[in-house]
C-alpha cells in the first residue's frame, strides 16, 4: 500500500509536459513541483537504438533545470543559437506543433492566434513570462 501512495504522488508531480519529436530523438520538457512547492524543469531526451535483431532500447539522458537558473540558461542558449544562425543562415523553420490529439476546438484556435505576437519574443522572455 506504501509504494502505491509513493506512485500517485511521482505521477502527480508533473504539472506541464510537452514532447518534441526530432528524427531517432524524442525530447521531453515535464515542468515539475518538488516538495516545497517549487517548480523547475527536467529535460529527457529518449534516443532509439537497434542491436541487430534484438528488440529496440531506449537511451534516455535527463537535465533537471531549477528556476532560478532559467534566466541563465536562456541567456546561454539564446547565445548559442544566434552563433549557429551567423554560421549557418537561418535555421529550417519545422511545421507547428499540434496537440497529440489533433483536433482543435475554437477556443484553441482563438488562443493561438491571440499568441502569435508571442512567436516573436525570445526565449527568455517567454520562460520568464515577460511581456
Known sequence: MEN?????????????SRSVKAGKRIYYLDVKKDRTGDHYLCITESKKRVMGEEAPQFEKHKLFLYKEDFAHFCEGLDDVIAYVKSQVGEIESRREWVPEDGEKNEEAKAEENAAEPEKKRGLLDRLMGKD
Open 4 to 16: 502505491r501512495k509513493f506512485d500517485e504522488r511521482r505521477e502527480s508531480e508533473i504539472v506541464y
